[in-house]
């Protein structure tokens, strides 16, 4: 990679960053977590591999950058000012982040090996403590407007996320938007009731 | 495999079946999918790997009645009079079976293979088929009594089951049993809501 004046910049430091992220995860789709490795995702980046290991270290930590920089952009927290339009756009958003050929291996890779693998099952474990707070912040506001009684913001989150994972990667059915409205839906009048 | 009268009848062939089948399980457990082979099984087993080649043919047929046999037995479908207590219960057994090495690892390897390989895909949507249908007696049941409103059942069952099997397999959050009962009481308020 040419040095440049432009690279110390932080334009030019979150492009190459952006660029790393999604070779990442094109990686994994191509060659599977067992073959993944930094020389690779650098090679397919076009970006020195000693950037790479000055950066992230190991291939989980990057690779968790990538799910987490990937969720951040794809699966934004809507404040609609109702607990269900932001509950609908989230499950809406986060299951179609989660059938992207890239996202579908990462989830499909945390679940094979993090029982294995101790450095998996950390990198599957940040992920979601950080991601249950950030979409409970949904149910937190929701809480502060009196929509619903006080309740564990996680647990809200699992209840309308389980039933579509549960479809995706176990039972196979079909999930449609109706079934997440309908999931939604079926969480809300228990909460309410 | 010594040959005898006894092994005609219905007691002997089910006493080996039962080995067979425990025996693929094991295996499983042990060797990973990957290396799991009907002649590695037949060896655990102490049996002809004739006698496997012949009864089920490929190592996904017999994997799959492994698991539908292992439900059958620690997954009964409970008929206790209410729909809250066939629920627990059902959940209850199903989330202990899923904690066992043996089903652990058979879920994970549906999850990991079934978008690469067609005959697990299958097996797996076998499985989930008949056992939706097989669990949703539980909840016809309950429309009959009056209990709920007509829903689809299997549905039902992928509500209570969808989130314990979220946070074992994905947040990893501790699954408890309040955390089961409390799963099950939000989906019966919001369906008689």
Known sequence: MAESPVRRTGGRSAQVRATVLNAGLAELVDVGFHALSLEGIAKRAGVNKT???RRWGTREALMLD?????AFTKVPIPDTGTLRDDLVELVRAAIANLQTPEVQAMVRVGISLAPHESSVATMVSSFWTERLAV?????ERAIDRGE???????S????????PYFRLLITG???T???LVATVDLVLSGLRS
């Open 66 to 70: 990538a799910v987490r920089e990937r």
């Open 173 to 175: 059915r079909p999930v």
């Open 51 to 53: 950037t790479l290991y």
């Open 135 to 139: 979409d409970g912040v949904i149910v």
């Open 177 to 179: 938007d109706d079934f």
């Open 148 to 154: 619903i009684a006080p309740v564990d913001p996680g």
């Open 156 to 163: 809200v989150i699992e209840a309308v996320l389980g039933p």
